[in-house]
């Protein structure tokens, strides 16, 4: 969807191969609760995201896309407020494939190819970082610390956390086929892809089967049902974790080896374990952190889950134009989590190993009951549609938690049985319901005027007995302006073959993410050395849907008989009602101080643009150009009472973002740098007012901030402060899409499709904390560029050991670290073959009726001034934190019929 579809964003925020997207429809819609779309599968909402608190996943990825039809994306109200409270964040309908009446259909399609990192970091070689690691110390009075061995060893720790060729392959086998009472639909599948991490992977088998019977005219029913079994390997992926994979080997030691022969285990680390071995530096790499390559081959980050879902229906059809239909559906989900720490060295090294084991179990049942009714006249016609919904979500886990283990050999499928000291065990049970009733009603009159009319009254037991039900509403307005008689009259015809305008209006919902919002509640807490139970939340009975009022206007066009088709949108999304933390007085003694209540407003507005172009269309020859473009604008209305802003928590405990008044969600909020002090070699940074401030980086008493007079003058002004902080840039695109162009010749294409966006920042967090890093670990290249000599012009300050928090400003933002988040990336470059039919079934007999091969590259360039991994690659702060590098692949497809 990605650059497909006007107003979507769906980004992958590593390149992680599980890892769940993040989809945005027509912007964020809400500052505290959840943002995805409903995922609608074949009619019936199902569960979305991750289900593992070990390893990435998404049980989006348990629908294996060879077996999806088509996709429709709900993105204004009027469209989506059937589904109501849950349609704040859009809608997304996936329907999959159905048989179809005629003899069995057998296809295999199949691809396979592998990949590799599309960017990875460039970082210091063993001589640079021996360098530039004794120049730190030395500006500190500090001794040497880094030296080369007597191997001369250059260690590039990429090359050991890092899969080669990462393969991915994939299989399915479907049939289909039927009479003009039943019809069958059915498919097998195997997926297996590595990720560029080489602990981090993917398989998938999958089983589907939609089968529909029409006994008579009266009846139909039928099933549609899914079975997947999913293994997600995964591993620690924090952005300034000890043991973290991409955190780990961007600081790791590149003059020391990753293997010793005097350690018992043949690993490199220091002889109490704590920490990745010195090699010949007299000094050990900063925090303890670990050797990654023992911790990636020693831990475990694993989860494996089997998932059904199916959707039984039943339709009746008394008399022409009205009918019945009763559906019921169950998305059951059940999974093991493992983690595992290895006891001898990292992450679970304190606690002398550590074993954590979780049952997972989900179940969404949702039953729905609704009635159409249908009638044409010689002009008009109308629909009418009325229903109930009722739905019960139950959530379940239980775990196990051992540390202190006897041995690694019990380390690494399952808990065992006394092979460990201390035990724990945890648990959760949640669970909620929804009971709606809806109706929608459609009118159109010849084709030329439209009109329809949607009302849900929904219910959710999560909320309080007086505010459990809300109504959400919505409806359209369109003229088809080309089929009046005055337009053909006029010859406007002859011009403009189709111009459609129309308008929307809608309030829809988004639920509370909590299950109980509205109830105050009591948790375990100690007293002394007893056990004992005190207040942990105050429930508020209040508590509301969140609200979403959208406006939608628009037109569509089609002109040059038909080649050419445009669309144009005007949106804007008010959300009210946004749930937010209200502060309240120490002296009441609440728990936390503070009261969610539903006080917050939020506004997205912006402009979708959809151009389909057939430039070219001959007899052997064609070109299409698809091209879509969304400008859009975020912000915040109101907070709680009496705020106007609230910093916003950041990673690695700094804070980076804030929602202010009148300004984008997670504003960047920090520092504006000025650049070096030539004379110097101190960092600068402007003061609100304008005026600038450096850091005077030497030793002793004189170390501090004061005035800086000038960029070139090694005079000191006045002691001073950096000041407050202020907003310096927003991390939402303020415009983005996608563009394609196709091109056919005889049986083969060609399809070169690229996404682009724009109008944001990046904040690039691992070039503060690591490839910048003050401390003895690697850095980026970026160092080699820093101030050495009085009179020196560059934007990288004097090194000086230990000093981050100085030098860097680490735990709030630096705009020297703030960067454009434009790109223009190629997405898709596939090359097909379609073999003839006719000849492909005399020359097999009429076993092969249809054959295509293909070859694609996908994530193959990115155009952009973005210094760091990937400007995609970021938390939806946007924050880029030691992230793993997207994939670069290159695949071979085949799909043959028969």
Same mark, same amino acid.
């Given at each position: 969807m990605a650059g497909r579809v006007s107003g979507v964003q769906a980004v992958s925020s590593s390149g992680l191969v599980s890892e769940a997207p993040r989809i945005r429809i027509r912007g964020v819609n809400s500052l505290t609760q959840g943002r995805d779309p409903l995922i609608v599968l074949d009619g019936v909402p199902t569960f979305s995201g991750s289900n593992s608190s070990v390893a990435a996943n998404n049980v989006l990825a348990d629908i294996n896309p060879a077996d999806i039809e088509s996709y429709e994306v709900l993105k204004d109200g009027a469209a989506a407020a059937i589904y109501g409270s849950r349609a704040s964040n859009g809608v997304i309908l996936i329907t999959t494939k159905k048989g179809?009446?005629?003899?069995?259909?057998?296809?295999?399609?199949?691809?396979?190819?592998?990949?590799?990192?599309?960017?990875?970091?460039?970082?210091?070689?063993?001589?640079?970082?021996? /360098?530039?690691? !004794?120049?730190?110390?030395? +500006? %500190?009075? #500090?001794?040497? &610390? =880094?030296?080369?061995?007597?191997?001369?060893? $250059?260690?590039?720790?990429?090359?050991?956390?890092?899969?080669?060729?990462?393969?991915?392959?994939?299989?399915?086998?479907?049939?289909?086929?039927?009479?003009?009472?039943?019809?069958?639909?059915?498919?097998?599948?195997?997926?297996?892809?590595?990720?560029?991490?080489?602990?981090?992977?993917?398989?998938?088998?999958?089983?589907?089967?939609?089968?529909?019977?029409?006994?008579?005219?009266?009846?139909?029913?039928?099933?549609?049902?899914?079975?997947?079994?999913?293994?997600?390997?995964?591993?620690?992926?924090?952005?300034?974790?000890?043991?973290?994979?991409?955190?780990?080997?961007?600081?790791?030691?590149?003059?020391?080896?990753?293997?010793?022969?005097?350690?018992? /285990?043949?690993? !490199?680390?220091?002889?109490? +374990? %704590?920490? #990745?071995?010195? &090699? =010949?530096?007299?000094?050990?790499?900063?925090? $303890?952190?670990?050797?990654?390559?023992?911790?990636?081959?020693?831990?475990?980050?694993?989860?494996?889950?089997?998932?059904?879902?199916?959707?039984?229906?039943?339709?009746?059809?008394?008399?022409?134009?009205?009918?019945?239909?009763?559906?019921?559906?169950?998305?059951?989900?059940?999974?093991?989590?493992?983690?595992?720490?290895?006891?001898?060295?990292?992450?679970?090294?304190?606690?002398?190993?550590?074993?954590?084991?979780?049952?997972?179990?989900?179940?969404?049942?949702?039953?729905?009951?609704?009635?159409?009714?249908?009638?044409?006249?010689?002009?008009?016609?109308?629909?009418?549609?009325?229903?109930?919904?009722?739905?019960?979500?139950?959530?379940?886990?239980?775990?196990?938690?051992?540390?202190?283990?006897?041995?690694?050999?019990?380390?690494?499928?399952?808990?065992?049985?006394?092979?460990?000291? $201390?035990?724990?065990?945890?648990?959760?049970?949640?669970?909620?319901?929804?009971?709606?009733?809806?109706?929608?009603?459609?009118?159109?009159?010849?084709?030329?005027?439209?009109?329809?009319?949607?009302?849900?009254?929904?219910?959710?037991?999560?909320?309080?007995?007086?505010?459990r039900y809300g109504n959400f509403f919505g409806g359209s307005l369109g003229w088809r302006i080309s089929e009046e008689k005055w337009w053909k009259q006029t010859g406007l015809n002859r011009f403009i073959d189709e111009l459609k305008f129309r308008g929307s209006y809608a309030e829809v919902g988004n639920a509370p993410g909590d299950r109980f919002p509205y109830l105050s509640t009591y948790g375990a807490a100690p007293y002394g050395g007893v056990s004992g139970l005190a207040a942990n939340v105050s429930g508020n009975t209040s508590i509301l849907w969140e609200t979403a009022k959208k406006i939608n206007y628009g037109f569509d066009m089609a002109f040059w008989n038909n080649r050419v088709n445009l669309s144009v949108d005007i949106f804007k999304n008010k959300n009210d009602n946004l749930l937010l933390d209200a502060l309240q007085p120490p002296s009441l003694g609440i728990p936390g101080n503070r009261i969610t209540k539903n006080i917050g407003e939020m506004e997205n507005k912006g402009v979708e643009i959809e151009l389909g172009v057939l430039l070219v269309k001959g007899k052997a020859f064609t070109w299409r150009t698809d091209i879509n473009f969304t400008s859009a604008k975020n912000k915040v209305l109101a907070l709680a009472e009496g705020q106007t802003e609230v910093t916003v928590a950041g990673p690695n405990n700094g804070t980076f973002n804030i929602l202010r008044l009148n300004n984008p969600i997670n504003a960047y909020y920090g520092y504006t740098y000025a650049g070096v002090n030539s004379a110097n070699g101190n960092p600068m940074w402007y003061k609100k007012d304008g005026s600038m401030v450096q850091y005077n980086n030497v030793p002793g008493a004189a170390a501090g901030y004061y005035f800086a007079i000038n960029k070139d003058d090694p005079n000191l002004g006045v002691a001073t402060t950096l000041g407050e902080r202020y907003i310096v840039g927003s991390p939402l695109p303020t415009w983005y899409g996608g563009f394609s162009n196709t091109f056919t010749y005889n049986q083969f294409s060609l399809d070169v499709f690229f996404r682009y966006s724009g109008g944001n920042y990046v904040y690039n967090l691992s070039r503060q904390e690591v490839w910048n890093s003050q401390g003895f670990v690697n850095n980026g290249i970026e160092v080699l560029n820093r101030w050495k000599t009085p009179g020196q012009v560059t934007d990288v300050p004097k090194l000086y050991y230990g000093r981050d928090n100085q030098v860097n400003l680490n735990g709030q933002l630096n705009t020297r670290f703030l960067e454009k988040g434009d790109f223009l990336r190629l997405q898709n470059l596939v090359i097909s073959y379609n073999v003839d039919s006719k000849r492909l079934e005399t020359a097999t007999n009429g076993i092969v009726k249809t054959m295509r091969w293909y070859v694609q590259g996908q994530n193959l360039f990115i155009w952009t001034k973005y210094k760091g991994i990937d400007p995609e690659n970021t938390l939806e702060t946007g924050i880029d934190n030691a992230s793993v590098p997207q994939l670069r692949s290159f695949t071979f497809g085949l799909n043959v019929g028969f």
């Open positions: 179809k009446t005629g003899k069995l259909n057998v296809n295999y399609d199949m691809y396979m190819g592998f990949g590799n990192a599309f960017r990875i970091p460039q970082l210091l070689g063993a001589a640079d970082f021996i /360098t530039v690691s !004794n120049e730190k110390l030395n +500006n %500190a009075n #500090l001794p040497n &610390g =880094a030296f080369a061995d007597a191997a001369n060893t $250059n260690t590039n720790w990429f090359d050991n956390i890092f899969n080669k060729n990462p393969f991915v392959q994939s299989h399915t086998v479907s049939a289909n086929g039927g009479s003009d009472k039943s019809t069958y639909y059915m498919s097998i599948s195997y997926l297996s892809q590595d990720g560029i991490v080489r602990t981090n992977y993917n398989r998938r088998y999958s089983f589907r089967a939609n089968m529909e019977h029409r006994p008579n005219r009266f009846f139909k029913f039928g099933n549609n049902i899914t079975l997947t079994r999913t293994e997600d390997n995964d591993q620690n992926n924090g952005g300034n974790a000890l043991s973290g994979a991409m955190a780990g080997a961007m600081r790791a030691l590149p003059n020391v080896g990753v293997y010793s022969t005097t350690h018992p /285990t043949g690993y !490199n680390i220091t002889t109490d +374990n %704590a920490a #990745l071995g010195s &090699g =010949a530096n007299t000094r050990v790499i900063e925090n $303890n952190y670990t050797n990654i390559a023992y911790v990636l081959d020693k831990n475990i980050f694993n989860n494996q889950r089997t998932r059904v879902i199916t959707n039984l229906f039943l339709d009746i059809t008394p008399v022409k134009g009205i009918s019945f239909r009763t559906q019921a559906s169950v998305d059951y989900q059940t999974g093991v989590d493992f983690q595992s720490y290895d006891k001898v060295h990292g992450d679970g090294r304190s606690a002398g190993g550590t074993i954590f084991q979780q049952s997972l179990q989900s179940t969404l049942l949702t039953w729905q009951n609704y009635a159409t009714f249908n009638k044409s006249y010689k002009r008009p016609t109308a629909t009418l549609v009325v229903g109930t919904e009722m739905s019960r979500e139950l959530v379940q886990n239980f775990n196990g938690r051992a540390s202190t283990v006897s041995d690694p050999f019990f380390q690494t499928n399952n808990l065992i049985t006394n092979t460990y000291v $201390n035990q724990f065990s945890g648990g959760f049970y949640g669970k909620r319901g929804f009971q709606s009733y809806f109706g929608r009603f459609n009118y159109d009159f010849d084709s030329r005027y439209f009109f329809q009319f949607t009302l849900r009254r929904d219910g959710l037991g999560s909320l309080s007995e007086e505010n």
